[in-house]
């Protein structure tokens, strides 16, 4: 299964890199996928942000993606770019988070999950 991951470059096999600049990871998991959260849950953020990326034709280059459980539950609605954990995100505040990435709007870097915050959470991921 590996070799059919793997290119021939040079003659040496290497890892095929993936072929878009960016991913967006939305969680579409039981807690942010919550159907209490109406409009606002995981799946809808996917859509609308999916629908937006392909209509500023960025398809090509650019993949908006469903994740499950990223285990952030306490903080979702949740979407991590780049490495980075943007969270409690509506429709709305996806759409800026996508802006300020891609240059068509003000970072906002406020939206992201704070360490105090992910470590106050019930992550198995926070180190005690
Ligand atoms: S359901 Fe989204 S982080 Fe757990």
Do not use: W
């Not at 952030?72 to 759409?95: F, K, Q």
Request: aromatic content about 6%; proline content about 5%; some cysteine.
């Amino acid at each position: 299964m590996f070799a059919a991951l793997t290119g021939r470059i040079g003659g040496l096999e290497s890892p095929m890199n993936y072929p878009f600049e960016k991913q967006f990871l939305v969680c579409v998991g039981g807690r942010c996928g919550n159907p209490d959260r109406g409009i606002e849950r995981g799946e809808f953020i996917h859509a609308e942000l999916k629908g937006h990326n392909k209509k500023m034709g960025r398809k090509p280059l650019v993949r908006v993606c469903t994740v499950s459980c990223l285990d952030l539950c306490d903080h979702g609605p949740n979407m991590i770019v780049d490495g980075v954990v943007y969270s409690h995100l509506t429709r709305e505040l996806a759409r800026e988070v996508y802006a300020g990435i891609m240059g068509d709007g003000p970072p906002r870097d406020d939206l992201q999950l704070s360490e105090d915050e992910f470590r106050g959470g019930g992550s198995a991921a926070v180190k005690k």
